[in-house]
């Protein structure tokens, strides 16, 4: 397939909410009507039209066995294994890019997820297509752990796609790192997803009931199985009737064999932006930090509900279903997103900067110097030392050089793990009034030690300020937390949580203030983790842990998974029924 690039052009019937605003660069025309049906909505735009080949079928190289990144059994039994990926963080499960029209489509597809490898550091992959064949590489660990020339090498085409994977265990993970390639009658498809679905687990029973095959634990499978079992034609409309059975959190991107296509689903989750490159070439990514590396120019957001269809006639926009008040996710403000990334349309590191000072104007305490919990507490560290007039230093530092697990010695040293991850820089805290700033607390685990170690570096006194709300509910769109029973500001009062983690006060940023700020904005975002009201209502259980607990190709059911299930919100008559 000869390298192409995408004209300046779209067709585009997906009506814009009042916020958002089509880009100049790409002109949008907004049809009044919002065809539901896939056949009307064929009928209306006939210039789309999908030319796919039965014969064609996809090449899937998986290249890195985990004995690659794994050690053998060999005991140790004089020490101590520490994980000391203890952040007690919640964790974005994913990033994605795509790229159409540039003929080292995979190279910057590479450098892309590179520039989204905070968003998953567990698992990369990449599927390129060139002459109407799918190639992918995927393989366990960091982005620059997977790939290397020779890799890049086998990845030709100006089509590719990419994912980043965050789970917690190694031994399953292979097979669901994506993106994912399948085979079916009328071609091949490539597809990586950010997001959760939570009707996941009742739409692979009614699949495997009807006798579909899965191959992973992902719930980014069963998309794959909805789009071979549709009637519907072109391919897009495949996607639109696929994406009609699902509900919860999706940003995707597919590659066939001559597209590119994106789509998000109506409430917004998760994030997923549009750029251009010099050449012609249209780029997605999870976040504006990635179209950067690569030199790609920001265009605009994929709206709520849309499908954007990349090939060589252009770009093409219809909308999935009628419009949704959107519910994007807050924490990817106030945690997951780089703080030079635009999400949402919205500055990352302005809205963080400004979480600070809200906290130095609601949650006012005497203090000699402010800090705080590298990295992600940087930003609103500075909004609140220069609104309260005292000075920023850096009291602790962070090691950037520390995997996932180091031998402890056989005598036990205290807070090991936060101990190699973060020093404390005693001639910032000694003798001082210290303010610490942090972006959350989950468990409050990781806060106790953090406060141990700044007292005993000769802090006279530790203020914790924390820059979102507490965190009451488990998320089901696309982010690792713990159940709701683990989450201590679901058990505890502000001032027990002050006492458990030994800090001389403790503050977090109001729900309120924080609905203040986003002013006119505030209804189109999901705060679900902070109020416990869910946009859309978990009707079933999610996987808490999921590379802990799902099966690495070992025979058995869902409900033999013992201990890695969080419920859903729902009624014991609704759990009844769905037995």
């Known amino acids: 397939m000869a390298a192409t690039t995408a004209t300046a052009t779209a067709t585009n019937i997906c009506p814009l909410s009042s916020n958002q605003k089509p880009t100049q660069k790409i002109p949008l025309s907004i049809f009044p009507k919002t065809h539901q049906n896939p056949t009307l909505l064929a009928q209306k735009i006939p210039t789309l039209t999908c030319k796919t080949n039965r014969s064609h079928h996809s090449s899937i190289c998986s290249k890195n066995s985990l004995s690659e990144f794994f050690s053998s059994d060999q005991e140790y039994p004089d020490e101590v294994s ?245 519910k994007q996710c807050i924490f990817e403000h106030i945690y997951f997103a780089l703080p030079n990334s635009v999400v949402f349309g919205k500055s990352v590191y302005e809205s963080r900067h400004v979480f600070g000072e809200i906290l130095a104007t609601e949650a006012p305490v005497e203090c000699d110097v402010v800090i705080a919990v590298p990295d992600s507490g940087v930003v609103a560290a500075l909004g609140y030392a220069a609104k309260a007039g005292v000075p920023f230093q850096q009291g602790l530092i962070r090691s950037h050089y520390v995997g996932r697990t180091f031998i402890e010695p056989s005598q036990k040293i205290r807070d090991f793990g936060v101990k190699l991850k973060l020093s404390p820089v005693r001639g910032v805290l000694e003798g001082k009034r210290v303010v610490v700033v942090d972006d959350s607390i989950v468990r409050g685990t990781t806060s106790s030690k953090i406060v141990r170690l700044l007292k005993e570096a000769g802090a006279k006194e530790v203020h914790m300020r924390i820059a979102s709300p507490p965190i009451i509910g488990s998320c089901y769109y696309g982010v690792d937390t713990p159940s709701s029973e683990e989450l201590i500001s679901n058990r505890m009062s502000t001032e027990k949580i002050r006492d458990f ?68 919100l729902q009624t014991q008559k609704l759990q009844d029924e769905t037995v």
């Open 82 to 326: 520490v994980d000391f990926d203890d952040d007690d963080k919640p964790r974005e499960e994913c990033g994605v890019v795509g790229i159409y029209g540039d003929p080292e489509a995979s190279r910057l597809c590479y450098l892309a997820l590179h520039a989204l490898q905070h968003r998953g550091q567990e698992g990369a992959g990449i599927v390129a297509v060139k002459k109407n064949v799918l190639q992918s590489v995927t393989g366990v660990g960091l982005v620059s752990e997977v790939f290397n020339e020779s890799k890049l090498d086998q990845l030709p085409g100006d089509i590719a796609i990419g994912h980043v994977r965050y789970s917690t265990a190694g031994s399953s993970m292979l097979k669901n790192v994506q993106p994912f390639v399948a085979g079916y009658r009328f071609g091949s498809v490539g597809v990586a997803h950010n997001g959760n679905l939570v009707n996941y687990k009742a739409l692979r029973a009614k699949l495997e009931d009807d006798g579909s095959i899965f191959n992973t634990s992902s719930d980014t499978e069963v998309v794959l199985h909805l789009i071979a079992i549709s009637k519907v034609r072109p391919f897009f409309l495949r996607i639109v009737e696929a994406c009609e059975k699902l509900e919860g959190a999706y940003s995707m991107v597919f590659a066939t064999e001559d597209k590119l296509v994106a789509v998000r689903d109506p409430y917004g989750f998760r994030p997923l932006v549009m750029g251009k490159r010099s050449n012609g070439a249209v780029v997605f990514a999870s976040e504006t930090c990635a179209l950067d590396l690569i030199e790609a120019t920001y265009e605009r957001q994929v709206y709520p509900g849309e499908v954007l269809v990349v090939d060589k006639d252009g770009v093409q926009s219809l909308c999935l279903m009628p419009n949704r008040e959107p």
């Open 501 to 568: 983690i030994g800090c001389d006060s403790l503050a977090f940023l109001p729900l309120d203030s924080l609905q203040n700020l986003l002013g006119n904005d505030s209804p189109n975002f999901c705060y679900a983790c902070f109020s416990g009201n869910y946009p859309v209502k978990p009707r079933e259980i999610k996987v808490k842990s999921i590379g802990d607990f799902v099966d690495d190709g070992l025979s058995g059911s869902f409900e033999s998974i013992e201990g890695g299930w969080v419920q859903g």
